[in-house]
């Protein structure tokens, strides 16, 4: 943080850590020379100076505090690349696009290197290979067969590794196949390991043609991208049990039911829509972008009685503003693609949400899991979405509809509106941590964070409604934290908290998936565009649970879903065989026994290491000791292969050794990750590295004894589980995000 400054918003530790790794600007040293004041002027600064361009008369200066009240209130932020880039020299502010996949390999590569342009600037791309003919097709130029869109995917990706957005990470992307493209079969199963196509999210676009050969149980046409002509059917149910087998064991793909999203596509004339934005909720058209921001929703209350209730005033003021706003940065938007500049100032969508919903719910004492819930989504996005196309209708009668309005579905409305899209339900990931709130339109994942303290120490601390209203209503204990703590996170089965507040205090994984389905067909009726939600399904989730979501989002209009059951992609990790271990002794009866072996991969800073658990199974028969090591987690033998590149790799052997020992004498764990995190003095910065692969340990026994899923630790920050939530796995202590 610039030393000569102070901060004087009230941020949190973490929004302010957040702030300085990801949004400040830094000098070529990496100091950083801004304070969060310092960002959020620079971006209402820039964004305006469009309104120059409308009324060379008006009072910048009187909007740029505008849109600054409204950034420094936290009651609207704007989309990462807003932040990161308004006022600077890149000047690319749009976090959504989409480009076409042509079937030739000129276009092929060419959409290749507008990918890498646009990851480098920081945006996220989606892609629909349905044009491209399926493998071993003929090729008319060299008389040779064609590889398929799964191969040019895997190009793609690895491009993708190779450049880093805007300097700091990896591109995401979205990958789309027609269900009804002969490669589908391939396409569902193409991320069966984990560790191929890395870099991108995959969706099957669904056909209301599939689902009707579905209801009926009949088989469906595929067809040829490059004739047109049927090659050969299948059964819609075989296909569907495929796509729902495949999300239960790794979480993807996703659905995409691409003719809804086209019922509602405001511009057929121009284009139809093929594909999204990497977590899904931005359907656009080919080489179209979308500039997205958030209303941060628990900040729009107001307490009467000594109740809160929503202050439909605040909340109107900052739809109005923040629709100003989004309009506004698509003229100050340098496009890194002309044609991209062209069809998105043509159609100027915007995508104007919501985050902190779950803590709204909270403090208004409603379930998010009940109907009352359901009716203040509604409630509350059916206002956003009038006073949002009321704030888009002003502008229009002031600059003018959108250059595509004619020929669109507004036009046949007869509703002039200066943008195509208005409403969307976006990703708040990195955002929602400035903000210090819930993410998106999603329940709160838990009600115990994790921030620094001194010496690089974690510690825990629970929403600070949730200890006011325990000490308010007489349920507050000084061991009601480490009850919580124990309890995952959630207060559901609690003795000690009131039915009435466990209720009220609900987390994702105590939300069956009906309710989760629900709640993101309540916030689609008034997104223009679609939602990205998560369906969190518990461990013990089937395929059919995953199946009945899939119909159900179908059946409620939803324009896609993704299903994830928890642990389901940590167990692809694991790398289950068998060794033979000679016993070391010096007598008759040395012998030669069959040892189990996991393997569990652990990312580092400073490379990928393996932690390797060995199970004595002696003369057990192999059906036998899995029961018994289902049971009763009993193993032999704790090692480490140690990343190439890492330090003090003999010192990291002896602690897993040390390890090894206690695990085995039955000493719980958690006692020696305390000890781990207070060697910091010791070890330096590996205890960064011990602690993940203790942790890993840890949720490798857990997973063995049955009671709980893998939550294996953010690859960046090591402390922190990764949860999949908005559609994307991301981490709840630091800004990393697979998205």
Request: negative net charge.
């Amino acid at each position: 943080m610039n030393k000569t400054k102070k901060p004087i918003l009230k941020l949190t530790d973490n929004a302010l850590k957040v702030l300085e790794k990801r949004y400040l600007v830094k000098d070529d040293q990496g100091d950083v020379l801004e304070v969060p004041e310092d960002l959020f002027r620079r971006v209402a600064k820039n964004i305006a100076q469009a309104e120059v361009l409308y009324d060379s008369q008006v009072d910048v200066a009187k909007v740029e505090d505008r849109f600054y009240r409204l950034m420094t209130s936290l009651r609207f932020l704007p989309n990462s690349p807003t932040l990161m880039n308004a006022g600077r020299d890149l000047q690319q502010l749009s976090a959504c696009f989409v480009l076409p996949v042509p079937d030739s390999m000129e276009g092929i590569f060419e959409t290749l290197k507008q990918a890498a342009v646009i990851h480098k600037t920081g945006g996220g791309t989606g892609f629909s290979f349905s044009q491209i003919r399926p493998k071993d097709d003929r090729v008319k130029t060299t008389g040779g067969v064609a590889s398929g869109p799964i191969s040019f995917m895997k190009v793609f990706n690895h491009a993708t590794e190779a450049v880093k957005q805007g300097g700091t990470r990896r591109g995401a992307n979205m990958g789309i196949l027609r269900v009804d493209h002969p490669d589908i079969l391939d396409f569902i199963s193409c991320k069966s390991d984990t560790n191929e196509i890395t870099n991108f999210n995959i969706s099957v676009a669904i056909t209301d043609a599939f689902m009707e050969a579905y209801h009926h149980g009949a088989d469906y046409d595929l067809i040829s991208p490059r004739t047109g002509e049927v090659v050969r059917r299948l059964p819609a149910k075989e296909v569907m049990d495929q796509i729902a087998e495949q999300a239960w064991r790794t979480g993807e793909p996703g659905l995409f039911f691409i003719d809804a999203a086209n019922r509602t596509n405001p511009t057929p004339h121009v284009a139809g829509i093929e594909a999204t934005n990497p977590c899904g909720e931005q359907p656009l058209l080919p080489y179209e972008s979308c500039n997205l921001g958030s209303i941060v929703l628990d900040r729009h209350l107001k307490k009467e009685g000594g109740k809160y209730q929503i202050d439909w005033a605040l909340l109107e003021d900052t739809v109005r503003t923040a629709v100003c706003f989004l309009d506004n940065v698509i003229d100050m938007n340098r496009y890194p693609i002309a044609e991209i500049e062209k069809i998105t100032k043509a159609n100027r969508k915007i995508g104007l949400g919501v985050m902190g919903f779950a803590r709204m719910l909270f403090k208004l004492e409603v379930p998010y899991n009940s109907d009352e819930g359901v009716k203040t989504a509604k409630e509350v996005m059916a206002f956003i979405k009038r006073i949002g196309d009321e704030a888009s209708a002003r502008l229009a009668e002031e600059r003018g509809v959108y250059p595509n309005w004619p020929g669109s579905l507004h036009e046949a409305r007869n509703q002039r509106l200066r943008n195509s899209y208005v409403t969307t339900i976006a990703p708040t990931g990195t955002i929602s941590m400035i903000a210090d709130t819930s993410g998106g339109c999603e329940p709160e994942f838990s009600l115990v964070w994790y921030k620094n303290v001194m010496d690089g120490e974690h510690l825990p601390y629970v929403l600070d409604h949730f200890i006011e209203i325990a000490k308010r209503e007489g349920f507050y204990t000084e061991d009601l934290l480490d009850r919580v703590i124990e309890n995952k996170g959630s207060v559901e089965g609690l003795e000690q908290v009131p039915e009435r507040w466990q209720k009220v205090f609900v987390t994702s994984h105590d939300i069956q998936a009906e309710w989760h389905v629900i709640m993101q067909a309540a916030f689609q009726e008034y997104s223009d565009s679609a939602v990205s939600k998560t369906i969190n399904l518990p461990p013990s989730s089937t395929v059919e649970d995953i199946r009945s979501a899939y119909l159900m989002a179908y059946t409620l209009e939803c324009k896609g879903i993704t299903v994830y059951r928890d642990g389901s992609r940590d167990h692809q990790v694991l790398n289950v065989g068998t060794e033979d271990h000679k016993q070391n002794g010096s007598g008759p009866n040395t012998s030669l026994e069959l040892t189990p072996e996991l393997r569990v991969k652990v990312k580092t800073r400073q490379g990928s290491s393996y932690v390797h658990v060995a199970f004595q199974m002696g003369e057990t028969g192999m059906s036998q000791f899995l029961e018994i090591l289902k049971r009763e987690g009993r193993f032999h033998q704790l090692f480490l292969s140690p990343s190439p590149h890492i330090k003090n790799r003999e010192s990291l052997d002896l602690i897993c050794r040390l390890v090894s020992d206690s695990l085995v004498d039955g000493k719980p764990i958690e006692k020696n990750m305390e000890q781990m995190l207070k060697s910091n003095a010791q070890f330096g910065d590996m205890s960064t590295d011990v602690y993940a692969l203790i942790k890993s340990l840890a949720a490798v026994m857990s997973l063995l004894k049955g009671n709980t899923a893998m939550d294996l630790p953010c690859p960046e920050c090591s402390f922190s589980p990764v949860r999949m939530q908005e559609g994307c796995l991301s981490c709840t202590r630091c800004s990393w995000s697979r998205c």
